[in-house]
Nanobody
Framework: VQLQASGGGLVQAGGSLRLSCTASGRTLSSFGMAWFRQAPGKEREFVAHISWRGINTYYTDSVKGRFTISRNNAKNTVYLQMNSLKPEDTAVYYC?????????????????WGQGTLVTVSS
């Protein structure tokens, strides 16, 4: 499946952004979906995962209570609502799809990746 991430930009600390990840070539409805991020000079890290029906969600501790992952299978799109943004949230954000649908925080467990969208949070 081909994934296209969008919605990144420059925002002040405390602000909000909503990222979108739209799929083409195949329906997302059977995939587990996740967002990862990669800051300059750092490894790609897990942010959030949502199960294929949207019932189960998982978050890394640093974003719990601030970020919300959701999906609209009819629109073939997954979202990441980011509130109360901090400078340490600055990174390129990637969406990823898991054919197995199984939750994982490991990069290698995801089969398809979007191109990334840059989020910059100024202090």
């Amino acid at each position: 499946v081909q994934l296209q991430a969008s919605g990144g930009g420059l925002v002040q600390a405390g602000g909000s952004l909503r990222l979108s990840c739209t799929a083409s070539g195949r329906t997302l409805s059977s995939f587990g979906m996740a967002w990862f991020r990669q800051a300059p000079g750092k490894e790609r890290e897990f942010v959030a995962h949502i199960s294929w029906r949207g019932i189960n969600t998982y978050y890394t501790d640093s974003v719990k209570g601030r970020f919300t992952i959701s999906r609209n299978n009819a629109k073939n799109t997954v979202y990441l609502q980011m509130n109360s943004l901090k400078p340490e949230d600055t990174a390129v954000y990637y969406c990823a799809a898991s054919v197995s649908g199984t939750y994982s925080f490991t990069v290698g467990e995801y089969d398809d990746w979007g191109q990334g969208t840059l989020v910059t949070v100024s202090s």
